[in-house]
């Protein structure tokens, strides 16, 4: 594995070059993939997998993702399953359900895994909450995790795009004493470029973190209070989306995922270079209590508890979809959908 320098901490990774799709072929030449779940996660790694040579199959109940995977080209009775058909056929069964299904039918899936075989998730939750989820593997499997960093829908594209996106891996039980090399090759398999060594516990509680803040809530709520604010002193829609999302979607945040923060700080003009370093600081003084509090609550399982006891609901679905529509229906989103129409590409 490769030594890098993180910032001065040395870390070490696994490249595609130190372990090409050959290799991870051979390990898993004699091995029976069953991805349990179709939804985002399923999807991206069952066909990347298949399209990179390995013997998959799915396992999904019926409904709507059970067509998905017939329209991907997974057929029935052949590589299409019910779950628990799929997880009896398969040797690495692949906890591919959301996090609160995998919790739900434990009890289902649980008898398949017999000696000799492993178990495999992409994140952490099952496994670190284990006291809430239930779920706790028989000590004679090889328990183990790649989780890409990023949506299921981007780890297909990037694979078809010839990219990668990176994951982190961790092993939890080594019974075959293989496991190292199985995760590894399946971390290959799915399309990664890089893998980043991490354990259960860090992924899950990094990961809850990740999404609750920067990526996905905080993103959101400091959004939204910039451009409440420039409406409310007279913006008009499109000039207060413009100055809080498109620029940074469009122009500012690919200069900076190509080269960094103070690439795109030196491609500004001087007055947004001093206003920005000016204003840094009371912005991440405001923001890092919220995210500690946030933390606290991620690692104390909390955030956890939360996720189960809401995914667990009957009303679940149709209370989620309620609260997306009103975000796609707020007056932000709705402003987004003309602007997306404007730039020239989509004429
Ligand atoms: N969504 C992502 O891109 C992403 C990224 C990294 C890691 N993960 C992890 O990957 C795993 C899968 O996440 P996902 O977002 O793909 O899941 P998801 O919410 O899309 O659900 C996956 C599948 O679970 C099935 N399912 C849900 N409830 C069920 C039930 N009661 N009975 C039978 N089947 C049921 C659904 O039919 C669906 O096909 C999770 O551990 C998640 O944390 C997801
Ligand atoms: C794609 C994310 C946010 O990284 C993942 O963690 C998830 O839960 O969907
Ligand atoms: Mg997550
Ligand atoms: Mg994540």
Same mark, same amino acid.
């Given at each position: 594995?490769?030594?890098?320098?993180?910032?001065?901490?040395?870390?070490?990774?696994?490249?595609?070059?130190?372990?090409?799709?050959?290799?991870?072929r051979?390990?898993?030449?004699?091995?029976?993939?069953?991805?349990?779940?179709y939804?985002?996660?399923?999807?991206?790694?069952?066909?990347?997998?298949?399209?990179n040579?390995?013997?998959? +199959?799915?396992?999904?109940?019926? %409904?709507?993702?059970? $067509? &998905?995977?017939? =329209?991907? /080209?997974?057929?029935? @009775?052949?590589?299409?399953?019910?779950l628990?058909?799929?997880?009896?056929?398969?040797?690495i069964?692949?906890?591919?359900?959301?996090?609160?299904?995998q919790?739900q039918l434990?009890?289902?899936?649980?008898p398949?895994?017999?000696?000799?075989?492993t178990?495999?998730?992409?994140?952490g939750f099952?496994?670190?909450?284990?006291?809430?989820?239930?779920?706790?593997?028989?000590?004679?499997?090889d328990?183990i995790?790649?989780?890409?960093?990023?949506s299921?829908?981007?780890?297909?594209?990037?694979f078809?795009e010839?990219?990668?996106?990176?994951?982190?891996y961790? +092993?939890?039980?080594?019974?075959? %004493?293989k496991?190292? $090399? &199985?995760?590894? =090759?399946? /971390?290959?398999?799915? @399309?990664?470029?890089?893998?980043?060594?991490?354990?259960?516990?860090?992924?899950a509680?990094?990961?809850?973190?990740?999404?609750?803040?920067?990526?996905m809530?905080?993103?959101?709520?400091?959004?939204?209070?910039?451009?409440?604010?420039?409406?409310?002193?007279g913006?008009?829609?499109?000039e207060?989306?413009?100055?809080?999302?498109?620029?940074l979607t469009?122009?500012l945040?690919?200069?900076?995922?190509?080269?960094?923060?103070?690439w795109?700080?030196?491609?500004?003009?001087?007055?947004a270079?001093?206003?920005?370093?000016?204003?840094?600081?009371?912005?991440?003084?405001?923001i890092k209590?919220v995210?500690?509090k946030?933390?606290?609550?991620?690692?104390? /399982?909390?955030?956890?508890?939360?996720?189960?006891?809401?995914?667990?609901?009957?009303?679940?679905?149709?209370?989620?979809?309620?609260?997306?529509?009103?975000?796609?229906?707020?007056?932000?989103?709705?402003?987004?959908?003309?602007?997306?129409k404007?730039?020239?590409?989509n004429?």
């Open positions: 594995m490769a030594e890098l320098n993180f910032g001065g901490v040395i870390e070490t990774v696994m490249t595609r070059e130190e372990f090409p799709l050959e290799k991870a051979e390990i898993l030449k004699n091995e029976t993939i069953a991805v349990l779940g939804g985002v996660q399923g999807p991206g790694q069952a066909c990347n997998l298949r399209d040579g390995f013997n998959v +199959i799915v396992g999904q109940r019926q %409904g709507k993702t059970y $067509d &998905k995977a017939v =329209a991907d /080209g997974w057929v029935p @009775g052949e590589t299409l399953f019910s628990e058909e799929a997880a009896e056929k398969g040797t069964v692949c906890m591919l359900l959301s996090d609160a299904a919790m434990w009890p289902t899936i649980k398949y895994l017999t000696p000799g075989k178990l495999y998730f992409s994140h099952a496994i670190n909450w284990s006291d809430r989820t239930g779920v706790v593997p028989p000590k004679d499997i328990v995790m790649v989780a890409p960093k990023g299921g829908t981007s780890l297909r594209t990037m078809l010839g990219r990668g996106l990176n994951s982190s961790a +092993i939890y039980q080594d019974a075959s %004493g496991a190292l $090399d &199985k995760v590894l =090759a399946f /971390g290959i398999g799915i @399309g990664s470029g890089y893998l980043f060594e991490t354990t259960f516990k860090r992924e509680t990094s990961d809850l973190t990740g999404e609750r803040g920067s990526l809530g905080a993103i959101q709520g400091l959004l939204l209070a910039q451009y409440e604010v420039l409406r409310e002193n913006h008009t829609p499109s207060a989306f413009n100055e809080t999302v498109e620029e469009q122009s945040m690919p200069l900076f995922a190509k080269n960094g923060m103070d795109m700080y030196a491609n500004c003009s001087t007055t270079q001093r206003g920005a370093l000016d204003w840094m600081g009371p912005f991440h003084d405001a209590p995210v500690q946030l933390y606290q609550s991620v690692v104390t /399982g909390n955030e956890a508890q939360i996720s189960i006891d809401s995914n667990s609901k009957p009303d679940y679905r149709v209370k989620l979809e309620a609260e997306l529509k009103a975000l796609h229906d707020s007056e932000m989103w709705r402003t987004a959908e003309t602007v997306r404007l730039r020239p590409e004429n």
